[in-house]
Every structure is written in structure tokens, then in C-alpha cells.
């Protein structure tokens, strides 16, 4: 069962139309795989075990030709999912059971999905490691003593450890891409409004998106092609052709493209010298694949003022109800967070908008002369599960408990598409993952970009034996 249990979505669809495999046994093997691993990883905080059998044997009973029929997808415990228990990592939730499905998961069930169950975060997603007082902290599946990163890290373990083909994560300063790079496995953040967010607290900010996870470019590409599109309750959505993702993964050439390489941003942040070089090496194997490589980087300067600013901003909106009536059951780094949005006049939120717009323009520039951004997702590998953030880089102290994830936060501000694709491991064993931006709506051209390298470097995506696989 164990080899089901790491098939891709899109093997497990199209043996299902054969008939050689039914959607009721993938489930069990994922169960399988829950049951025997998920007691020591904790990815999975809730399991829907008889909803999700009963949804099975239906779709094994009673065949379509839904593009996601009868495939296991793991939600993430900030996602809104009706009739099963959702607490945001928060003690203030911890029983809280929705009336109604989030829009994404009422489209994964639209094309046949199968939802297994609730993947943890840390309390209200705010950190890069995933661990709450709900549930507790969840551990990587390639060195459980070691982070899975945040705050999608339950979906990014639950994918790795072969507990569900493709789970939905969120991500604003890095969400999806940091677990996904720390393990092994594909994270897609994509234009703001692409993927629709239903219900949503700022549905004019564009800064947080929700999206897909999986274990290769073509299952990610799979599932954006279903979540995708327009609905009047999501304010920046819009149309999109969905097919041009799956075409774009069954014809991946990049003979021509322009990419710009940068191991840090222009000196963003320092960045493990290791993860550098083997994120170099893989975007070089881009070039041998015909793309044209050249060392240059966008000027991100004023991105602190930045991520400051929003990052605070959201916190007041999200979450200053839940700190007046509830700071004492709250973790003291999310009230941290808070408070020093709490702080923030109109003058300092103003300033780092404007920075904002700057950096924007900077950076819609120097992508005009390049069709992707290559760099390293993380300028870490993973710390101890125990750390809540990493303090120093290659000797380095940080300035604050953000920058370490700035790689990603830069990104995020600029509302560009970016895919994070595992391209090596350390000498440790450790997955590295590779950040693939692309140029404004442009996810196809990522997509493409990402799938060939993907078949070029040929990584494993499944961890040791020690580690989840038997």
C-alpha cells in the first residue's frame, strides 16, 4: 500500500478510469499511512475517517470524469471546512465546527476531492513553525527532531510522509513555500486573486492567498486548474484559461527563457552558503536546458518598513478582537505580533504603503527585461522543532524574528507568482527548495519552468525509511 500511498493525483485519476485501482483503496492507504507514521510527524489534526470512507466507496460505486474524482486532499486547519472541526491553531477555536465550506474546499469537492482531513498550523498561521497548544508541534519528516517549517507545515508533512496526494495550504509571507522547501515537496503562491479566498477579513489586500501542495509540479498545476477562476464574493478574482496550467506542465520547454539568478536579494539577508550553492547548481541545470542564466537581482531595499507595516496592519484586523478578549490563552508570540501592530501609527503605515509602491515599480522593471526570478526559498534549512524562529545565519544574528523568511516576504509583496520546488538536499539529507518567480500573472510560464526542471533533477520525494516510509 505504501507505493499507493505515494502515487501522484494525476496517476491515481487516471487509474481509477482504468479500473486497475478504486478511490476506496488510495484512501486506505493514506489512512495506512496516517495510522502508522502520523502518531510521531502530527500533520493531520483532525482526520474525517468515516466521512472521507463513505465519500470513497461513493466515488469508487459511481465513476466521472471530474478531473480530481476520488482523490484524498489533506485542508488546512485555517480553512473553513462544513461539518468538521476547524480551530486556526487557536485555543479560542478549539472546538469550533463550520457551518460551510471555505470556496476553495467547496471547489476541491466540486471536482470529485476527497476531503481526508484538517493539517495543522501554528496558532492563526502567524509563524514558520508549525506548533499550537491545540495540538502541539509538528515534526519534519526527513529529520523529525527538525522544523517542517510554517505555517502550512501539517499539508507540507501530511504530502511528504504520504498521508494524501495533494493538500490546499495558504501563505502570506511565505506559508506555502517554506514548508514546502523544508520538506521535499511543490508549493505554489500564486497571483492574488487567481485562486479566490472566500470568506476573507481584507479581500482587497491581496497579501494572503490560499493554493496548492503537492508532491510534483503536474499535480500542483492539476489542482490549481480546478481552485482557480472568478467568484463575485472575491473582489480581486478574475478570469483565467485554467487549461493553460495543465498545458503548461505537458510541454515543459524553457529553450530561450531569461532568468535572473540571485542567491540573496542583493545582500537581502545571509544565506546558509550551502543552500546557495545547491539552489545555484539547479538553476545552471536550467541552463543547460536552453535557458539564458544571469547573475542580477530586483532592489528590494526598504523591505522591513514593508513587511513591518502590512504584516502589522493585518494583525490589528485579524486579531486585535481576539487580544482583547483573549491574550492570556494566546501564544506570547502571536500576542507579540499583535501588539506591535497595536503600535503602529498612520504615519509609519503610510510610510512602509509607500515603500511598498516603490519596490513595485523597481521590481516591475527589472522583471520587464527577464521572464523568471530564480533564488533559494529559504536562507535556512530546518532548525530544531523546539525553536520557535532561527536567530543567526551562517554566524549572522538577525534583527528581528521576520527576516529569516524574507526571501519570500519580498516576494510576497510584490504580488508575483512563486513556486517553490525541491532541487537537492544538504549533505545532511535536508531538502532544499528553489523559489521560481514568474512575471505578473504569468503562473504558466512558472509552471512550465518548474516541471522541466523537475524532470531534469529527478529528485526523490520520499523521506528515508526512518522517517515515514516502512
Known amino acids: 500500500m505504501d507505493d499507493l500511498a505515494f502515487a501522484d493525483a494525476g496517476d491515481l485519476v487516471a487509474r481509477f478510469r482504468a479500473g486497475d485501482v478504486s478511490p476506496s483503496e488510495a484512501l486506505d492507504a493514506c489512512l495506512e499511512r496516517i495510522d502508522a507514521v502520523d502518531p510521531l510527524l502530527n500533520a493531520y489534526v483532525t482526520v474525517d475517517r468515516e466521512a472521507a470512507i463513505a465519500a470513497a466507496a461513493e466515488a469508487t460505486a459511481r465513476p466521472s470524469g471530474r478531473p480530481l474524482h476520488g482523490v484524498p486532499v489533506g485542508i488546512k486547519d485555517l480553512t473553513e471546512t462544513a461539518g468538521v472541526r476547524t480551530t486556526y491553531g487557536s485555543r479560542i477555536y478549539a472546538d469550533h465546527v463550520p457551518a460551510t465550506d471555505a470556496l476553495i474546499v467547496a471547489r476541491l469537492r466540486a471536482a470529485g476531492a476527497i476531503i481526508l482531513g484538517k493539517t495543522n498550523t501554528p496558532e492563526f498561521g502567524a509563524g514558520g513553525n508549525t506548533f499550537n497548544d491545540v495540538f502541539g508541534a509538528t515534526r519534519?519528516?526527513?529529520?523529525?527532531?527538525?522544523t517542517c517549517g510554517g505555517s502550512s507545515g501539517g499539508s507540507a508533512v501530511a504530502l511528504a510522509a504520504g498521508m494524501s496526494p495533494l493538500a490546499e495550504g495558504s501563505d502570506l509571507g511565505g506559508s506555502l513555500r517554506t514548508p514546502a522547501a523544508f520538506c521535499g515537496v511543490v508549493g505554489f503562491r500564486t497571483t492574488?486573486?487567481?485562486?479566490?479566498?472566500?470568506?476573507?477579513?481584507?479581500?482587497?489586500?491581496?497579501?494572503?492567498?490560499t493554493g496548492p501542495m503537492a508532491r510534483s509540479v503536474a499535480d500542483c498545476a492539476l489542482m490549481l486548474s480546478v481552485v482557480a477562476g472568478p467568484d463575485d464574493r472575491a473582489p480581486l478574482s478574475y478570469p483565467v484559461d485554467t487549461a493553460a496550467f495543465t498545458d503548461a506542465v505537458a510541454q515543459p520547454v524553457v529553450s530561450g527563457t531569461r532568468i535572473a539568478w540571485t542567491p540573496d536579494l542583493g545582500g537581502l539577508l545571509p544565506v546558509d552558503p550551502e543552500i546557495a550553492a545547491i539552489c545555484e547548481c539547479a538553476v545552471r541545470a536550467l541552463e543547460g536546458l536552453g535557458g539564458r542564466v544571469t547573475d542580477a537581482s530586483p532592489d528590494v531595499s526598504g523591505l522591513r518598513e514593508i513587511v513591518n507595516a502590512t504584516r502589522g496592519l493585518s494583525m490589528v484586523v485579524d486579531h486585535a478582537d481576539h487580544h482583547a478578549e483573549h491574550r492570556d490563552v494566546m501564544q506570547p508570540g502571536l500576542v507579540g505580533n499583535i501588539e506591535q501592530g497595536l503600535a503602529l501609527t498612520a504615519p509609519m503605515i503610510a510610510a512602509g504603503l509607500r515603500r511598498r509602491a516603490e519596490l513595485w515599480e523597481r521590481v516591475a522593471t527589472f522583471m520587464a527585461g527577464f521572464d523568471l526570478l530564480c533564488l533559494p526559498t529559504v536562507a535556512v534549512r530546518p532548525f530544531p522543532v523546539e525553536q520557535a524562529y532561527p536567530t543567526a545565519i551562517a554566524g549572522v544574528p538577525l534583527a528581528d524574528y521576520t527576516q529569516w523568511f524574507h526571501l519570500t516576504y519580498a516576494i510576497t509583496v510584490t504580488g508575483l507568482p512563486a513556486l517553490s520546488l525541491p532541487v537537492g538536499f544538504t549533505a545532511d539529507g535536508l531538502p532544499v527548495g528553489l523559489q521560481i518567480v514568474g512575471r505578473h500573472r504569468d503562473e504558466a510560464g512558472v509552471l512550465r519552468a518548474a516541471a522541466a526542471l523537475e524532470r531534469e533533477l529527478a529528485i526523490t520525494r520520499r523521506p528515508p525509511r526512518a522517517y515515514g516510509s516502512r
Not at 140 to 146: F, G, R
Not at 194 to 209: I, K, N, T
Open 192 to 209: 492574488a486573486g487567481l485562486v479566490p479566498v472566500w470568506p476573507d477579513s481584507l479581500p482587497f489586500d491581496g497579501l494572503a492567498v
Open 140 to 146: 519534519n519528516p526527513w529529520n523529525p527532531d527538525l
